[in-house]
């Protein structure tokens, strides 16, 4: 979509998460891509090696550099997606540099607060290593985070329970195998809803496609019986 035929052109920025590749969201891209007719930007980092200052410094590079090389049809709205660690690294983004473009932003399994499985990870000796310096920055300790951005925030939760994080962390609440509905409520977001597909499921949900281009374009999910939305700060209830 170009500027010149009245058409807002916008460009979508997905950012996965813990030792995740290109093929994990290349379905939930490409859905997001024909939904929106946009491209879908993917930005790819060290996520285990990296520390949480150095990845949102790369991050800041990428996007600069991925606009001035649309220099002849910028894009006049840029939306941000992330998965699981993803979407930290995005929060930290909004918190370290300004974001001057116009768009929404969208996390999808995202721990907010803290990661119980990552801190059961941490425990054992020979995973530890593997964790990453993100993670121990971010998730080892519970933190008090707030979505301060004016960029609307929608967050969705997986509640399939299949993943190897009940393996080292127990849960006594809804979750998606690896994080827990609870771990990803985030105050200050504009919307939330929780689906039935777990951590990794989300990458690939229909729905979740569906929810999250809905979402970038409308700035609310749409209600629909097999979704829920959990009592939540400043969420809808669907």
Known sequence: MGGGDGVTREAVVYVHGLWSSRADSLLLRRRIAHA??????LFSYASVSSSMEE????????????????????????????HS??????????????????????????????????????????M???????????????????????????IIAGTRRLGL???????????????AVSETRLPGAADFISVPASH???????????????FLRDGHFSP???LSAPPFSNARNL
């Open 36 to 41: 929106l007719g946009c491209e879908v930007w």
């Open 55 to 82: 990845v949102t410094e790369r991050l800041r590079r990428f996007v600069a550099e991925r606009v001035a090389c649309a220099a002849g049809d910028p894009p006049a709205r840029l939306h941000w997606v992330g």
């Open 85 to 126: 660690l993803g979407g930290l690294v995005i929060y930290r983004f909004f918190e370290r540099f300004p974001v001057e473009l116009p768009g929404r932003v969208v996390f999808l399994g995202t721990p907010a607060v803290s990661c119980r499985a990552a801190q059961g990870l941490a425990r054992l000796t020979w």
């Open 128 to 154: 530890a290593p593997f964790v990453g310096r993100c993670v121990r920055e971010e998730l080892l300790v519970q933190r008090e985070r707030r979505w301060m951005s004016p960029h609307e925030l929608g």
């Open 165 to 179: 994080g009940h393996l080292v962390a127990r849960f006594d609440d809804d979750n998606d195998g690896t994080i």
């Open 200 to 214: 990794m499921g989300l990458l690939v949900s229909a729905i979740v496609a569906r929810q999250t281009a809905g």
């Open 224 to 226: 629909s019986p097999r």
